[in-house]
Structure formats: structure tokens, C-alpha cells
Nanobody
Framework: QVQLVESGGGLVQAGGSLRLSCAVS????????MAWYRQAPGKQRELVAA???????NYADSVKGRFTISRDNAKNTVYLQMDSLKPEDTAVYYC????????WGQGTQVTVSS
């Protein structure tokens, strides 16, 4: 069974940076489009960024120019570099495969203070 383990969240001041990691058990990540999602309190989960197996990327307008998604197929890991963080980026962040969802991991909490 494929498992997703997110890490790297924390508390940071506005303008700061964090780098999230998503470790995927198995090698399925190497042939799959992978994505980062986030869910803020009282809001629906939303797509933040996605990366194809070929390395093409796509971002939500709200994070474009500030976040960078990348992948290391040798490590079966997907990353999200988050710069110029804003309080509205506060959420639990998850990774998954948007074309065919895997069981969600526990996520990693990101809190941005003003």
C-alpha cells in the first residue's frame, strides 16, 4: 500500500520560508503527477501546486512566484519550497496524486504569523 508522509511544517513569521517534503513509499511517484494541497480552518482543501513526471509545473494564482514544487525521483520525494510566506498561507499541507488519489497522509501544519 502506497503511503504519503509529509514533513517540514512549522511556525514562521510573515516573509519567511519553509521547505516541505513528501516521502512516498514505493516508486509510483516516478511516473505520476504529484501535487501539494492545503486546507485552512473552515475552508475546503485546495490545490497549491502540481508537477508532472516530466517536470512541468503548475501553481495556484495565490502562490505563483512564491512557491516552487520539485521532485527527486531517486528519493521518491516531492518538495514544496515556500518563500515570502503570508498569514493567509496558514494551513495544513498535504501531498497526493491528483490523477488517482492515494490515501491522504497526516499532513504538516504551516503557521505564518503577522
Amino acid at each position: 500500500q502506497v503511503q504519503l508522509v509529509e514533513s517540514g511544517g512549522g511556525l514562521v513569521q510573515a516573509g519567511g520560508s519553509l521547505r516541505l517534503s513528501c516521502a512516498v513509499s514505493g516508486t509510483i511517484v516516478r511516473i505520476s503527477t504529484m501535487a501539494w494541497y492545503r486546507q485552512a480552518p473552515g475552508k475546503q482543501r485546495e490545490l497549491v501546486a502540481a508537477i508532472t513526471s516530466g517536470g512541468s509545473t503548475n501553481y495556484a494564482d495565490s502562490v505563483k512566484g512564491r512557491f516552487t514544487i520539485s521532485r527527486d525521483n531517486a528519493k521518491n520525494t516531492v518538495y514544496l519550497q515556500m518563500d515570502s510566506l503570508k498569514p493567509e498561507d496558514t494551513a495544513v499541507y498535504y501531498c497526493n496524486r491528483p490523477t488517482f488519489f492515494i490515501a491522504w497522509g497526516q499532513g504538516t501544519q504551516v503557521t505564518v504569523s503577522s
